[in-house]
């Protein structure tokens, strides 16, 4: 089993900036995906941004140029760097672990930590 465990959230003011950290434990193996999700309420579940294990990143279109996705594969670590925040990347963000072991896909979440961005 895997666990994920999100931190780094809070209120901050638009055109600020927050730093979420997420650090996996248990059975992962050298081959996984680490990503940041976030949900606002009342919408669906999006993807923020996410890296593989070579370090290839992908963003979503309204955070490009704003937020930094970065991994630690000593610790099993994954961090999002956020600037020029806005009230609409208010949301609750969750970090996300995937790998895939004999053909089958394994996704494991976070908790998740709250981000309100408000003035």
């Known amino acids: 089993q895997v666990q994920v465990v999100e931190s780094g959230g809070g209120l901050v003011q638009p055109g600020g900036s927050l730093r979420l950290s997420c650090v996996a434990s248990?059975?992962?193996?050298?081959?996984?995906?680490m990503g940041w999700y976030r949900q606002a309420p009342g919408m669906q579940r999006e993807t923020v941004a996410n890296?593989?294990?070579?370090?290839?990143?992908n963003y979503a279109d309204s955070v490009k140029g704003r937020f930094t996705i970065s991994r630690d594969n000593t610790k099993s670590a994954v961090y999002l760097q956020m600037n020029s925040l806005k009230p609409d990347d208010t949301a609750v963000y969750y970090c996300?672990?995937?790998?895939?072991?004999?053909?089958?896909?394994?996704?494991?979440w976070g908790q998740g930590t709250q981000v309100i961005v408000s003035s």
């Open positions: 996300n672990l995937r790998q895939d072991v004999r053909f089958a896909t394994y996704n494991y």
């Open positions: 248990g059975r992962i193996f050298s081959r996984y995906t």
């Open positions: 890296i593989d294990s070579g370090g290839s990143t």
